[in-house]
Nanobody, 122 residues
């Protein structure tokens, strides 16, 4: 079971760090991903990381501002978000990657637990 946390209200230009704790499986067996869904929009890819943390992918919209990482010792993935913009406002979800599909495709990831809301005020 995956639980995302760390969201909140922040001013534009500020930073937040999201955490995703995996309490139900062998965390290091799978890649991890962060996705977000803004009001009235479809869920979209944000960032993903391989099992050992060596490979990372980012959406163009967050490249250079967000950093994904993981600590397999504590079964946790992180998303460090900096230089936040109003368009980053969304519910952020984490999920585990299964199979050999793309690291940037929603179809490669599950399950979709409860996300954490990030609100960026301008």
């Amino acid at each position: 079971q995956l639980q995302a946390s760390g969201g909140g209200l922040v001013q534009a230009g500020g930073s937040l760090r999201l955490s995703c704790v995996d309490s139900g499986r062998t965390f290091s067996d799978n890649g991890m991903g962060w996705f977000r869904q803004a009001p009235g929009k479809e869920r979209e890819f944000v960032a993903s990381i391989g099992r050992n943390g060596r490979i990372k992918y980012y959406a163009d919209s967050v490249k250079g501002r967000f950093t994904i990482s993981r600590d397999n010792a504590v079964n946790t993935a992180y998303l460090q978000m900096s230089a936040l913009r109003s368009e980053d406002t969304a519910v952020y979800h984490c999920a585990a990657k299964y199979g050999s599909g793309s690291y940037t495709s929603l179809d490669s990831f599950k399950p979709w637990g409860q996300g954490t809301l990030v609100t960026v005020s301008s």
